[in-house]
Every structure is written in C-alpha cells, then in structure tokens.
C-alpha cells in the first residue's frame, strides 16, 4: 500500500525530470568522494535511535552499510543504513512512522526486491528498506564486511571508486553500476570462491 506522496517516484534504470532537485552526491557531473570520516558511525547510530523509536519491534534488522560503514574507505559523504521490515511493499506498517520522525520516501522498486529509500532532512543518508531474508540484504552485509577484514580488497575498491570519480556521470545509478564487475569480484571472494 502507497504512502500519501508523489506516486511518481524514480526507479532502477529510469531518468529524473528536469524539476527533480540535483542530486548531493554529483557535483557537476562528476561523483563526489571524500576521506573516511570518523563522525560516520556516530551518524549512523543518531538515525539508527530514531528509526528505532519511531517503528520499535517492526525493525527486523538495521545496520550501517555502504562505504560508510568501512573505516578507512573514501566513500561518497552519504551514510547508508539497511533497515528489514517484514513486507516493504507494505508501506503503511511503516511508512507514516518514518515520517513523522522525518524521513522521506524518494525511490520505489518494487520490481527490485520492493526496494524503498527514504532521504533525511538532517544529514545526506539513504534509508534502504527491504525485507528481512532479503538476498541483496546478504549481498549488502558480505561486502560491508569483506572490505572492513580485507585490506587488499579495501584498497582495490578504493582505487577503482576514485577512478570512476574522475568521469562525468548524468546519474548516480551509472557510477554504482560501473562497479558492479569489481563488487562481484569482492562477494565472491567474500564467499570463498575463485575469481576470474
């Protein structure tokens, strides 16, 4: 069930409109990345307490994910958190309590795993919803940890993520789908199998 917002919202692989604000993450066309930055668990511990309090036992799981979550990983200065609820697609069991605490529904994908980001108000983070059990759920968790144990990963995927950082990019989904050969690599190492 949709929540009462725009029911026009972007999805994986389709373009914003010329009235859609610019993103924070580009900056004149090109990815913006910056030195790890250690206020970023803290960051991820302020959301994590209010995501808790406005939804309680419906958080299944909440974690810091993404390049934030790695100490020591230049990253895109955007906290990403993974929050599991029992039915995404459901946005009314959670929805309306994550607004009121302030937090926005930007993207919906329901043909993804009824994937949902929700965007603060407060500091650039993504609130990526999916369904506990999920298996980008998984995916997400491996690489936080592989590149946190890992430092030949970690360096690998820093140099890859400043050499994407230097081309021009119309979209933010381009810049992670160009990693997307390299994060396979890494999950499979992840998992303990041959690389090609």
């Not at 999805?11 to 990815?31: A, F, I, K, Q």
């Not at 511990?45 to 994910?65: F, M, P, S, W």
């Not at 926005?104 to 994937?115: K, N, Q, S």
């Not at 980008?136 to 820093?158: K, N, S």
Request: net charge negative; proline share 7%.
């Amino acid at each position: 069930m949709a929540s009462s917002g725009p029911s026009e919202l972007p999805t994986r692989g389709r373009n914003r409109s010329e009235t859609d604000p610019p993103p924070e993450n580009l900056v004149d066309g090109r990815v913006r990345l910056v030195e790890s930055d250690p206020k970023w668990p803290y960051f991820f511990e302020r959301e994590a307490r209010r995501i808790r309090d406005a939804l309680g036992d419906r958080v299944l799981l909440l974690e810091h994910v993404g390049s934030t979550s790695v100490p020591g990983l230049v990253a895109k200065p955007c906290v990403d958190l993974l929050l599991c609820v029992a039915d995404p697609a459901d946005e009314s069991a959670y929805v309306p309590g994550l607004e009121a605490a302030g937090y926005l529904v930007a993207i919906r994908e329901p043909e993804w795993y009824e994937h949902r980001v929700l965007k603060g108000t407060e500091i650039n983070l993504n609130l990526h919803v999916f369904a506990h059990g999920c298996e980008e759920v998984e995916r997400m968790l491996r690489l936080r940890d592989h590149l946190r144990a890992d430092a030949g990963a970690r360096a690998r995927y820093t140099a890859l993520k400043k050499a994407l950082a230097e081309r021009d990019w119309n979209h933010i989904q381009d810049y992670a789908d160009a990693k997307s050969e390299v994060v396979e690599e890494l999950l499979a190492e992840a998992a303990g199998q041959p690389t090609a």
